[in-house]
T-cell receptor, first 112, second 112 residues
């Protein structure tokens, strides 16, 4: 199955700063997805990223807060901007190979 | 709006026991259903994918079934081991969409 390398695996950040999370896929995928998992909760989709076009955001998520880049078919970044403690979560990226979704290892973000 | 429910939220069993995890979804017009495993603070590992035309899938000690008409799936784990301890997540992809909708998961603890 395909592999996604996600980094950083964890970080502790000061409020008001920004963090960029990177995901590198070992082969080309058409669509990549970014999820947030708040403590004790399941995964919530933030946005869908296609190459060469602006990401599509889900209700409750905006580009100014979570800008996404997708420069090619194997790479994407998510930035969490102007962070507050409420942004403390696990952030995950995923892609799909045919019908099966696969995930990166996740980034555990703590904002202090 | 599709909703995915997993019961029970937590389960503790002795080693060697066979067990069943349940997943239900409100809209039967799904494209496929996927079971994942998540270890604490980590990303998701895909366990089994069942396409909408299939009834079940097997991998080793795991067997997943799908009844689309009733909106239900089960994950059967045979001869459980302490290494099976993790949170198990069920997710569906609706027809016409590539987005996963997740349940909240079942936290499984297998005691030696």
């Amino acid at each position: 199955s395909a592999v996604i390398s996600q980094k950083p695996s964890r970080d502790i950040c000061q409020r008001g700063t920004s963090l960029t999370i990177q995901c590198q896929v070992d082969s080309q995928v058409t669509m990549m997805f970014w999820y947030r998992q708040q403590p004790g909760q399941s995964l919530t989709l933030i946005a869908t990223a296609n190459q060469g076009s602006e990401a599509t955001y889900e209700s409750g998520f905006v580009i100014d807060k979570f800008p996404i880049s997708r420069p090619n078919l194997t790479f994407s970044t998510l930035t969490v901007s102007n962070m507050s403690p409420e942004d403390s979560s696990i952030y995950l990226c995923s892609g799909d190979r045919g019908t099966e979704a696969f995930f990166g290892q996740g980034t555990r973000l703590t904002v202090v | 709006k599709q909703e995915v429910t997993q019961i029970p939220a937590a389960l503790s069993v002795p080693e060697g026991e066979n067990l069943v995890l349940n997943c239900s979804f409100t809209d039967s017009a799904i494209y496929n259903l996927q079971w994942f495993r998540q270890d604490p603070g980590k990303g998701l590992t895909s366990l089994l994918l069942i396409q909408s035309s299939q009834r079940e899938q097997t991998s080793g000690r795991l067997n997943a079934s799908l009844d689309k008409s009733s909106g239900r799936s089960t994950l059967y784990i045979a001869a459980s081991q302490p290494g099976d301890s993790a949170t198990y997540l069920c997710a569906v992809i609706e027809g016409g969409s590539e987005k996963l909708v997740f349940g909240k998961g079942t936290k499984l603890t297998v005691n030696p």
